[in-house]
């Protein structure tokens, strides 16, 4: 059964601590991406990844970092420099590479951050 | 910076036809114009995708006029779990990749 995973479903994070959400793809898909949602808000771009071992930034990168060791995963780094992380993270994937303006995304089911 | 403009929110019955229109004046030569529906806590999820004219699946239907200057998505004959927001996505035309989400349309079917 085909999809993406995302883990946790809930994530707790203290002051000044780094914390990661999972990723994971297999649907073959060559494109992957990390967004952030508030509340009555659109997504917003974190990071998003063409191939392996490579990734770009997005509107709101800071305070982020991602990597792309394998075709199937992204994980995400929330870092203590991110000084307002709490949101709904949702991560994406497409077929190509994604320079395609009109390639469809699949999303996970999301991870919703807090920050204790 | 291109961008989309939806309602805010709309409210309709079960059993009716909806119409939700989107506005994207800047749209760029290759856009395709594309809408998402999302239901709370959960990622969105494909519905149509469009470049012009008339486009329909088994769940919706996309008109696009002649200038592209505007999309309406159709969902015939709403039930209550179609109550979702609706986002509509173009690219954008003066960067390379990104689209833009906007705050979408909040769709509230009653019964």
């Known amino acids: 059964d085909g999809g993406i995973t995302q883990s946790p479903k809930y994530l707790f994070r203290k002051e000044g601590q780094n914390v990661t959400l999972s990723c994971e793809q297999n649907l073959n898909h060559d494109a992957m991406y990390w967004y952030r949602q508030d509340p009555g808000q659109g997504l917003r771009l974190i990071y998003y990844?063409?191939?392996?071992?490579?990734?770009q930034k997005g509107d709101i990168a800071e305070g982020y970092s991602v990597s792309r060791e394998k075709k199937e995963s992204f994980p995400l780094t929330v870092t203590s420099a991110q000084k307002n992380p709490t949101a709904f993270y949702l991560c994406?994937?497409?077929?190509?590479?994604?320079?395609?303006?009109?390639?469809?995304?699949?999303f996970g089911p999301g991870t919703r951050l807090l920050v204790l | 910076l291109a961008k989309t403009t939806q309602p805010i929110s709309m409210d309709s019955y079960e059993g009716q036809e909806v119409n939700i229109t989107c506005s994207h004046n800047?749209?760029?030569?290759?856009?395709?114009i594309t809408w998402y529906q999302q239901f709370p806590s959960q990622g969105p999820r494909f519905i149509i995708q469009?470049?012009?004219?008339?486009v329909t699946n088994e769940v919706a239907s996309l008109f696009i006029p002649a200038d592209r200057k505007s999309s309406t998505l159709s969902l015939p004959r709403v039930s209550l779990s179609d109550t979702a927001v609706y986002y509509c996505l173009v690219g954008d035309t003066h960067s390379n990749y990104q689209l833009i989400w906007g705050a979408g349309t909040k769709l509230i079917i009653k019964p």
């Open positions: 990844s063409q191939i392996v071992n490579d990734f």
């Open positions: 469009g470049y012009k004219t008339k």
């Open positions: 800047n749209i760029a030569t290759n856009d395709y």
């Open positions: 994406a994937s497409s077929k190509g590479k994604g320079l395609a303006r009109w390639e469809t995304q699949y």
